[in-house]
């Protein structure tokens, strides 16, 4: 009797200590989301998340996944489509990024492999203009690093925990902290592509890089209350002010009220 008695205040507090809503992340091959990007009342551009499915990369099964970010054409002085490219595996290990860089006014393919044997990130850079042109170096890799775009499935994966986190991020040459503040609040959200209020779980943090599109300081966001953690409206502060990044377009995913 007493033996069933433990293991049944083991099981109640094991139940009590998990996070509500508790289910696995679910990856979505093909997934594809688009996201309006406002200051006050003036569209600056969009953003595009693509999961553009497997592939194996360094001997590892990862999911391909694109950023892009395109500018308001009309707004002249951003002038501005940026692509990038994170090949990360399920566990959220990053194998390789791949994005477009500046060095003395030239633009560079910049390509970083995670080496997490020799805990080494090797970068290859090569001259858009020309190719003969190249960079190559070693960085140390540190512990709990990821791109920018890992960086939004790593808080994807985390969004309905309670917990306080830092980890790394990086752009360029440049590498900072990103401080999570993940709190499972359950609120509702409205966007302008859906009628009704969509369930959706808070979270705050701070940037302490300066990072895509020149994403710096606090921010806050509201994902999508459910196994697939879709960002859904987020505040973030660039080099401008604060924006608003709202969701527009969406495959796949059906909202929960």
């Known amino acids: ?34 996201y309006g990007v406002d200051w006050t009342v003036v569209r600056l551009g969009k953003i595009h998340l693509k999961n553009l499915g ?14 892009i970010i395109e500018s308001n054409p009309l707004l002249f002085w951003l002038d501005n489509q940026s692509v990038y490219d994170s090949y990360i595996t399920d566990s959220l290990q990053v194998v390789r990024f791949l994005s477009d860089e500046k060095v003395d006014g030239k633009v560079y393919n910049a390509r970083y492999d995670f080496d997490y044997d020799n805990h080494i990130i090797n970068l290859s850079m090569l001259d858009k203009e020309n190719p003969e042109n190249k960079i190559n170096k070693t960085l140390p890799l540190k512990p ?17 925990y309670v917990k306080d986190d830092t980890v790394s991020t990086f752009i360029e040459d440049k590498s900072g902290d990103v401080i999570f503040n993940f709190k499972n609040s359950k609120q509702t959200s ?21 990072g895509i599109a020149g994403v710096t300081g606090p921010f806050e966001a509201w994902f999508s209350d459910d196994a697939y953690r879709l960002p859904v409206v987020s505040y973030l502060d660039v080099f401008i002010g604060s924006v608003k990044i709202s969701l527009e377009k969406w495959n796949y995913w059906k909202p929960t009220y």
């Open 1 to 34: 009797m007493r033996t069933f008695i433990l293991m049944m205040v083991l099981l109640l507090v094991t139940f009590v200590t998990l996070p509500l809503h508790s289910q696995e992340f679910k990856w979505q091959e093909n997934e594809e989301l688009s």
């Open 144 to 160: 709990n690093i990821y791109d920018g775009i890992s960086l939004i499935f790593y808080a994807r994966m985390n969004s309905l």
């Open 190 to 210: 409205k966007i302008d592509a859906l009628d009704k209020e969509v369930k959706t779980s808070y979270f705050s943090g701070t940037l302490k890089v300066t």
């Open 54 to 67: 497997r592939e194996n990369i360094n001997n590892k099964s990862t999911y391909h996944i694109r950023l």
